[in-house]
Each structure stands twice: as structure tokens, then as C-alpha cells.
């Protein structure tokens, strides 16, 4: 800051004072020349210069040094989705600063790496990703990077049941078991069944065995297992084998 007193007596003395609010001022310690060089400034302050001869004090015009809030960013929380499910948009929540933003949007490698053309205030993250993020926020003053989030895209659910052997007559079925991988890991189970006509649901089949004991007919047997992410289900037969015959022939002799 410099003074542009004129005026008065030629010995003039000079004081500066600074005020974060134009209301309380507070002398400068040492700042007695016609000229100052403000120190590092955290927050928007005033300045003015008293001025002084020996007839009489003035005070110059007030002088405003802006300071911006803190630059600051930050994305929202991170996603975890179904296969084939696009993720939500990620989005810049960037205050304070100076200036115009730039943005520049970088994914998790072996290392964190820009990505290509990724520059404004969003970015939509590929189909079926796997990725941490973070933004990098510059403005005139400084840069800011922001916290890291990550998309998390689950397998394609897939659902296999054994295949079942034929039996003989009244003997038991070999236990039925499915195989599911993929989606959330949260399975639920229904088992169905039948001889002819629709299914019907076996009463407290829910998991992902399901022993169909002693059959004295040929029997289908579906098992429905769902996630957030669908449902599937699979189906397959117990065969009864057909039940042996022995036959006897008599011959006489006489």
C-alpha cells in the first residue's frame, strides 16, 4: 500500500491500521512509513493510513483486500450396482476459491491417472465399472483435490442345479443343490414342484439344498433364487425307473 498525502507541514508522520469489519481499527505495529506491505492474509481485510503534521491527523481512503473462502471439493459417496445397471453421474461439489474452475477427473490404476477428456463439473462413470475416483479442482490460487469414492459393479448373477438321477420305485432322490455366483451374495431360495400340471411351492425349501426324500412318481423340481440384482431359476427330473417284472413259465411232463 502506498500514501498519497499532500499537504500540510512538511513532517508528516504516518500510521497504518487495519480492520477485518471497517469498525474496529487496529494500529500496525511498526508500519510507520509511508508505504506497507501487508503480511499473509487469511481473511478479507481493510486498510488505511493515518496521516500527521504538526498542525492536524487524516485519515486516507479505506483500502479493501479480498480474500476467497477456501477452495474446496468434494463428490458424493460412492456407488455399488447391479451388472449391466449404469451408475449415477458423479458430480463436483466445489465452493470458495478464485476464478474460473478447472476440473480434471482421474481414476485408480497402479496409480491415479487423469482421464481423457474428463474435464467439466461431471463425469459418467462406464458401463459394468470397477473404479476408485477423485476430482482435481484448480482455480487462480490453488488447486484442491477431493475425497476418493469408488463404483463397485457386482458379477452377472448365474444360477446351475445339479442334475438328478433316475431312481428306482420308492427309494430316495439324491439331494438337489444349487449353484449361484455373482450379484450381491444375498440369496434368497424358493423349491418348486410337481408331477403334472402347475408347480406348487414345498413348504420350507429356502435354501440352497433341497432333499426330496423317498418318490414313488416321476417328479420335475424348479428352484427360484433372488437378489437385488433379479431372479433366475432352473429346473430339472427325477426319473422313476419302471418297477421289474418276473414272469414264470410251468411246463409239466407226464
Not at 483500502?63 to 458424493?76: F, G
Not at 465399472?129 to 463397485?152: A, F, G, K, P, Q
Not at 433316475?166 to 438337489?176: H, K, R, S, V
Amino acid at each position: 500500500r502506498t500514501s498519497d498525502a499532500t499537504g500540510g507541514q512538511d513532517d508528516i508522520t504516518y500510521n497504518w491500521e487495519s480492520s477485518i469489519d471497517q469498525n474496529t481499527w487496529e494500529i500496525i505495529e511498526g508500519a510507520t512509513n509511508e508505504t506497507y506491505q501487508p503480511s499473509p492474509l487469511f481473511v478479507t481485510t481493510y486498510f488505511r493510513q493515518k496521516a500527521t503534521d504538526g498542525c492536524s491527523s487524516t485519515y486516507s481512503n479505506v483500502v479493501e483486500i479480498s480474500i476467497p473462502n477456501e477452495l474446496s471439493t468434494a463428490i458424493l459417496d460412492g456407488q455399488t450396482k447391479c451388472y449391466n445397471v449404469q451408475a449415477n453421474v458423479l458430480t463436483s461439489q466445489t465452493t470458495g476459491g478464485k476464478g474460473t474452475y478447472q476440473y480434471q477427473w482421474q481414476q485408480q490404476e497402479t496409480d491415479w491417472v487423469d482421464i481423457s477428456g474428463a474435464t467439466s463439473d461431471t463425469y459418467q462413470p462406464p458401463l459394468n465399472d470397477n473404479h476408485e475416483y477423485r476430482l482435481i479442482v484448480t482455480d487462480d490460487c490453488t488447486s484442491e483435490t477431493s475425497n476418493t469414492i469408488e463404483i463397485i459393479t457386482y458379477d452377472p448373477l448365474s444360477l446351475s442345479l445339479t442334475d438328478a438321477n433316475a431312481i428306482c420305485g420308492n427309494a430316495a432322490a439324491e439331494t438337489l443343490e444349487a449353484t449361484v455366483s455373482g450379484g450381491s451374495s444375498n440369496y434368497s431360495y424358493i423349491w418348486y414342484q410337481k408331477t403334472t400340471g402347475d408347480w406348487s411351492v414345498i413348504s420350507g425349501a429356502t435354501l440352497s439344498t433341497y432333499e426330496p426324500g423317498t418318490l414313488t412318481e416321476a417328479t420335475y423340481f424348479k428352484v427360484e433364487v433372488t437378489d437385488i440384482c433379479g431372479t433366475l431359476e432352473e429346473e430339472t427330473f427325477v426319473d422313476i425307473y419302471p418297477e421289474m417284472q418276473i414272469g414264470l413259465n410251468s411246463t409239466g411232463e407226464t
